[in-house]
């Protein structure tokens, strides 16, 4: 069973059971207008980090979204989708596949394994806001992962009862399909409130780039982000720090502080200074060495990179990282990668790599107040756990298939889809377009169901919960934060076309107009859509 890691619509030979409605709504950006938008003087094509668009589907493998990559090998290249829309397959019959199977299944209900993000990284976002809006420059080589941007910005869903995780679904028709042929659908799993007071002990490394590269404006958002921890620990938590340029220097080791803004810590922080070379390998292991030796089984234990991404993550380095990620068992050291700005080219392909294998966030620091944000205000859901390996599967009835996917990976086998870890005060967020070819098995009492399960983050148990909706029932329920979500992805569908800057701009930038339009209707007054608009406006100004 292939994974899906990439967006593909994927709309094989389906084409042939539905009617003509199905056109270019599924395309990431085939447009008929001759105008386009563009980026003001910034070539369209990305350079450093190309853009995955939506997630992906059982016909390819393109990779992680960071490069020009076709793939890990367990895909057919000639079904990996670009930035321009899936291809079309063709197909021999109108009744049966190349390999004889039924063109419509209409007996046995789909399952999916869904997964938003293998790092919960939210890096992409701040970067765009960060070059648009503060530096007056267009996207440039910051690469769009949607699933960032579903994980950064917020969505008002219940919280799950102390211990658990709960289930929300949403779901409308689709714009442009024949009723009962096309859906929106969004599901999200949040986790349990979490105030500091109930956080359980951290044990925190601090391993910091403090190479030549870090000088001026990067150094000064280490210290900042350093602050912004120490402001955030309490009495009992446990920090170490690791200074690494071509040498590595432990500041502190296992140091208990004695409460917010530790003196010894605060001192160490002001310390730091920028020179050297880079030795990224040295001083992740010198980290993890030092995190391993001061290791503590009644803590959460965590490592946390900050670098300029001015180095790149090896095979080595990233092996070393995924063992540590299950050091002591099933409760390893995760590691929280941030990345500092250096004048708005920052390259986030390090982070990206060795959080998925730290099973950890990747954030992203472009002045004091985002590091504030990160790891005070935010610092139990940047540094916390709820509950550990998620995994979310989804049952549809017979003759449905996901063409558009807003996450990272799905697939028909779990065991190609990697469980995450969930934070407190936290919500996976799952936007998906699906279709049938089986029309007449969708009335008002047809079930879609969703399954999740997780393993107790104090007992390592496996937990289980499970809601079944009726389609009725869904589509008579308030969607309003499905509206969102539609909103936040056209607005990534419409930046990767302004990226490329050609006869698609247009039309994605409208119908992100159009979708934010729909969602501040039914969210009036909502900071996120305010912003994602400011940026739209002045990128296609």
Same mark, same amino acid.
Not at 398 to 405: C, L, N, T
């Given at each position: 069973?292939?994974?899906?890691?990439?967006?593909?619509?994927?709309?094989?030979?389906?084409?042939?059971?539905?009617?003509?409605?199905?056109?270019?709504?599924?395309?990431?950006?085939e447009?008929?207008?001759?105008?386009?938008?563009?980026?003001?003087?910034?070539?369209?094509?990305?350079?450093a980090?190309?853009?995955?668009?939506?997630?992906?589907?059982e016909?390819?493998?393109?990779?992680?979204?960071?490069?020009?990559?076709?793939?890990?090998?367990?895909?057919?290249?000639?079904?990996?989708?670009?930035?321009?829309?899936?291809?079309?397959?063709?197909?021999?019959?109108?009744?049966?596949?190349?390999?004889?199977?039924?063109?419509?299944?209409?007996?046995?209900?789909?399952?999916?394994?869904?997964?938003?993000?293998?790092?919960?990284?939210m890096?992409?976002?701040?970067?765009?806001?960060?070059?648009?809006?503060?530096?007056?420059?267009?996207?440039?080589?910051?690469?769009?992962?949607?699933?960032?941007?579903?994980n950064?910005?917020?969505?008002?869903?219940?919280?799950?009862?102390?211990?658990?995780?709960?289930?929300?679904?949403?779901?409308?028709?689709?714009e442009?399909?024949?009723?009962?042929?096309?859906?929106?659908?969004?599901?999200?799993?949040?986790?349990?409130?979490?105030?500091d007071?109930?956080?359980?002990?951290?044990?925190?490394?601090?391993?910091?780039?403090?190479?030549?590269s870090?000088?001026?404006?990067?150094?000064?958002?280490?210290?900042?982000?350093?602050?912004?921890?120490?402001?955030?620990?309490?009495?009992?938590?446990?920090?170490?720090?690791?200074?690494?340029?071509?040498?590595?220097?432990?500041?502190l080791?296992?140091?208990?502080?004695?409460?917010?803004?530790?003196?010894?810590?605060?001192?160490?922080?002001?310390?730091?200074?920028?020179?050297?070379?880079?030795?990224?390998?040295?001083?992740?292991?010198?980290?993890?060495?030092?995190?391993?030796?001061?290791?503590?089984?009644?803590?959460?234990?965590?490592?946390?990179?900050i670098?300029?991404?001015?180095?790149?993550?090896?095979l080595?380095?990233?092996d070393?990282?995924?063992?540590?990620?299950?050091?002591?068992?099933?409760?390893?050291?995760?590691?929280?990668?941030?990345?500092?700005?250096?004048?708005?080219?920052?390259?986030?392909?390090l982070?990206?790599?060795?959080?998925?294998?730290?099973?950890?966030?990747?954030v992203?620091?472009?002045?004091?107040?985002?590091?504030w944000?990160?790891?005070?205000?935010?610092?139990?859901?940047?540094?916390?756990l709820?509950?550990?390996?998620?995994?979310?599967?989804?049952?549809?009835?017979?003759?449905?298939?996901?063409?558009?996917?807003?996450?990272?990976?799905?697939?028909s086998?779990?065991?190609?889809?990697?469980?995450?870890?969930?934070?407190?005060?936290?919500?996976?967020?799952?936007?998906?377009?699906?279709v049938?070819?089986?029309?007449?098995?969708?009335?008002?009492?047809?079930?879609?169901?969703v399954?999740?399960?997780?393993?107790?983050?104090?007992?390592?148990? !496996?937990? &289980?919960? =499970? %809601?079944?909706y009726?389609?009725?029932?869904?589509? /008579?329920? @308030? $969607?309003?934060?499905? #509206?969102?979500?539609a909103?936040?992805?056209?607005?990534?569908?419409?930046?990767?076309?302004?990226?490329? !800057?050609? &006869?698609? =701009? %247009?039309?994605?930038?409208?119908?992100?107009?159009? /979708?934010? @339009? $729909?969602?501040?209707? #039914?969210?009036?007054?909502?900071?996120?859509?305010?912003?994602?608009?400011?940026?739209?406006?002045?990128?296609?100004?």
């Amino acid at each position: 069973m292939k994974r899906i890691k990439s967006l593909s619509s994927v709309l094989p030979i389906l084409l042939l059971c539905l009617p003509a409605c199905l056109n270019d709504t599924f395309s990431d950006d085939e447009a008929s207008s001759a105008s386009s938008v563009g980026e003001g003087g910034e070539s369209g094509g990305s350079s450093a980090g190309e853009d995955d668009g939506w997630g992906t589907g059982e016909d390819g493998d393109p990779g992680d979204g960071d490069g020009g990559d076709s793939g890990d090998g367990d895909g057919d290249e000639a079904m990996v989708p670009d930035d321009e829309g899936a291809e079309e397959t063709e197909t021999e019959t109108e009744t049966e596949t190349e390999t004889g199977e039924p063109l419509c299944n209409d007996v046995d209900d789909v399952i999916l394994y869904l997964s938003p993000d293998d790092s919960n990284s939210m890096s992409s976002p701040v970067q765009v806001r960060e070059r648009v809006l503060k530096d007056g420059l267009g996207i440039g080589p910051v690469a769009i992962r949607p699933w960032e941007f579903m994980n950064y910005y917020s969505f008002d869903y219940a919280p799950a009862e102390d211990g658990t995780l709960a289930l929300s679904a949403e779901l409308r028709p689709l714009e442009g399909f024949e009723p009962e042929l096309g859906f929106q659908l969004q599901l999200a799993v949040s986790s349990e409130e979490m105030t500091d007071a109930e956080r359980p002990p951290m044990n925190v490394t601090l391993v910091l780039d403090t190479s030549g590269s870090m000088n001026g404006e990067p150094i000064e958002l280490l210290r900042e982000s350093c602050r912004a921890i120490a402001a955030s620990l309490r009495v009992g938590d446990k920090v170490s720090m690791v200074e690494w340029d071509t040498t590595n220097t432990w500041a502190l080791a296992g140091h208990e502080v004695d409460g917010p803004n530790d003196p010894l810590l605060l001192d160490k922080i002001e310390q730091l200074e920028a020179g050297g070379g880079t030795d990224l390998n040295g001083g992740l292991t010198s980290g993890y060495e030092l995190a391993q030796q001061t290791w503590d089984v009644n803590a959460l234990n965590r490592v946390v990179l900050i670098s300029d991404g001015g180095a790149n993550a090896g095979l080595t380095e990233v092996d070393l990282i995924a063992e540590n990620a299950v050091y002591g068992g099933s409760d390893g050291i995760y590691l929280v990668g941030v990345g500092v700005d250096l004048e708005g080219t920052y390259n986030d392909d390090l982070m990206d790599a060795v959080t998925d294998a730290g099973k950890g966030a990747s954030v992203f620091v472009t002045d004091e107040a985002e590091a504030w944000k990160t790891f005070n205000q935010n610092f139990v859901n940047t540094m916390g756990l709820a509950a550990r390996n998620v995994q979310v599967e989804l049952t549809m009835p017979p003759g449905f298939e996901i063409v558009k996917f807003s996450g990272e990976e799905f697939s028909s086998d779990p065991q190609e889809v990697e469980p995450q870890h969930l934070s407190p005060n936290d919500a996976m967020v799952f936007h998906q377009q699906v279709v049938t070819c089986a029309p007449e098995l969708v009335d008002d009492a047809a079930q879609i169901s969703v399954t999740a399960t997780w393993e107790d983050v104090s007992t390592f148990e !496996s937990v &289980e919960l =499970t %809601q079944t909706y009726a389609v009725g029932d869904l589509l /008579a329920a @308030d $969607a309003s934060r499905m #509206a969102k979500g539609a909103a936040i992805l056209a607005y990534t569908d419409a930046l990767i076309a302004v990226k490329k !800057s050609d &006869e698609s =701009t %247009q039309v994605a930038v409208e119908a992100a107009y159009a /979708a934010i @339009d $729909a969602a501040e209707a #039914a969210l009036p007054g909502d900071a996120d859509l305010a912003e994602i608009r400011m940026i739209l406006d002045a990128l296609t100004a």
